[in-house]
């Protein structure tokens, strides 16, 4: 069975810092991979996806891939209270999207 | 980008009765998916609902339960059946379009179902 793991949290960051989200799949011909935030009451919206092995970068965000490994995570820089969230990631295999369930992050002013 | 509009946004039901779930995008495409979210838990895929054809549900998942209606390319239904306090959840309703040369998912505002 294909899976997305993610550690439930919740992760606790200090306003300004960075804070660091990972990823686990189990299924290695997984093609593309995405971070969706939620936050409490709203439905989950795209916020990067990443095809490539390696980083990339949109503002405050970015996004890590390493295929071998099996491992995807998403750093947030100057991590700012509007930040706290819930961060689903999710990996394409085939045509079906699997969802890990998530991890609750809080900022801190 | 799909808009997507989703109603009822929650409702209290009566164990054994059925509430249906409506889907309304705001542009024509060929797959609709159900999902439902249980607090603290990740997105699980009830079925995929393709227009013309009976829709693809997950394991776990049954027509008789669950049954979908997808009369057109822009709307779906939901029906949560004999319904018992376990179906409370969130159900949420998406779609996929391509944007920018990716593939996205988008989602509508979610159905909160407590049954009592």
């Known amino acids: 069975q294909k899976e997305v793991e993610q550690n439930s949290g919740p992760l606790s960051v200090p306003e300004g810092a960075i804070a660091s989200l990972n990823c686990t799949y189990s299924?290695?011909?997984?093609?593309?991979f995405f971070w969706y935030r939620q936050y409490s009451g709203k439905s989950p919206e795209l916020i990067m996806f990443i095809y490539s092995n390696g980083d990339k970068e949109d503002g405050r965000f970015t996004a890590q891939l390493n295929k071998a490994s099996q491992y995807v995570s998403l750093l947030i820089r100057d991590s700012q209270p509007s930040d706290s969230a819930t961060y689903l990631c999710a990996v394409r295999s085939n045509y079906q999207l699997i969802w890990g369930a998530g991890t609750k992050l809080i900022i801190k002013p | 980008s799909a808009v997507i509009s989703q109603k009822p946004s929650r409702d209290i039901c009566q164990r054994g009765t059925s509430l249906t779930i409506q889907c309304q995008v705001d542009s024509q495409v060929t797959m609709m998916f159900w999902y439902r979210q249980q607090p603290g838990q990740s997105l699980t895929l009830i079925a995929t609902?393709?227009?013309?054809?009976?829709?693809?549900?997950e394991s776990g998942f049954v027509i008789d339960k669950f049954p979908i209606s997808r009369p057109n390319l822009t709307f779906s239904t939901l029906t949560v059946s004999n319904m018992s306090p376990e179906d409370s959840s969130i159900y949420l309703c998406s779609v996929e379009g391509v944007v920018m040369g990716h593939t996205e998912a988008f989602f509508g505002q979610g159905t909160r179902l407590t049954v009592v």
């Open positions: 299924d290695r011909g997984s093609q593309s």
């Open positions: 609902a393709n227009q013309g054809s009976e829709a693809t549900y």
